[in-house]
């Protein structure tokens, strides 16, 4: 999940186009979180500076 122009982007690893684009933080990690889940990958979670904020391994 990385900060995209004014707004949030759930992305995979590795390509240019977002999975999603979402207005707020929380809810680019809702969906992040459930498609991390769904595909059991990690999550990575971006600041607004693109620096990696945390992490999630899938369980």
Do not use: C
């Not at 769904?38 to 500076?49: F, G, L, N, P, Y």
């Amino acid at each position: 999940m990385v900060p995209h122009d004014d707004s949030w982007a759930v992305k995979q690893e590795g390509e240019d186009d977002p999975v999603s684009t979402h207005d707020n933080q929380k809810k680019a990690v809702q969906q992040a979180e459930k498609l991390a889940a769904e595909h059991k990958v990690r999550m990575i979670i971006h600041d607004e500076d693109g620096r990696i904020e945390s992490s999630q391994q899938p369980s």
